[in-house]
């Protein structure tokens, strides 16, 4: 009984879709064309700055909810870590600013190549790599102005751990995103 009814459905269907390929093209009034023509463009082709403003966004987030573990500059929304610290001075100077960074980044930058879409991300590939190291700078101007303990010689190797952050985090995760077929 059951199978009697998918068979009507698949023949219900079938017809429908034959209605549709023989029935007379109706073209859609202009003003509907132009729309949809604009959105396509926009969906294929996303403007830069809302790109970049998505993915800073995305990523500002992420790296503020790190605050809550890992301090950056001194700059921290949780108490004074012990284990942090000892890390610091067994890590080395430029080692340890170098992982701070990375941390601080890489959720932030994987998060943003799960949710960016499939032409979001053909979009940012090109110009990927001078936006990595903006945030990084923004990012260490940002901890300046909120009172972090900034120095010239911990933001070097800071800014190269988030550049790390963003090469690993947004590129692995967007390149297997790339690979897999798409679905319109």
């Known amino acids: 009984m059951n199978g009697d009814h998918l068979v009507d459905r698949e023949a ?17 009034s202009v003003d509907v064309e132009a729309r949809i023509i604009g959105r396509v463009r926009r969906d294929l082709s996303p403007a830069a700055w809302w790109l970049y403003l998505k993915f800073f966004l995305i990523e500002s987030g992420a790296g503020l909810a790190t605050l809550f573990v890992c301090p950056q500059f ?24 170098l992982v701070c960074g990375l941390l601080f980044v890489v959720l932030g930058a994987t998060l943003a190549a799960l949710l960016l879409s ?38 070097l190797p800071w800014i190269a751990g988030a550049y790390l952050g963003n090469l690993v985090g ?12 798409i679905a319109y």
Request: glycine share 8%.
């Open 12 to 28: 219900q269907s079938l017809r429908e879709f034959c209605d549709f390929v023989e029935a007379e093209p109706v073209r859609p």
């Open 74 to 97: 001194g700059f921290t929304f949780s108490s004074h870590n012990t284990w942090l610290h000892g890390l610091h001075e067994q890590a080395g100077f430029f080692t340890y600013y």
């Open 170 to 181: 947004f590129g692995v995760v967007a390149s297997l995103r790339m690979r897999q077929p």
């Open 118 to 155: 499939y032409n979001e991300l053909k979009a940012i590939h090109t110009s990927k790599y001078l936006y990595y190291l903006v945030f990084g700078v923004l990012a260490c101007l940002a901890f300046f102005i909120a009172g972090g303990e900034v120095l010239l010689l911990s933001t």
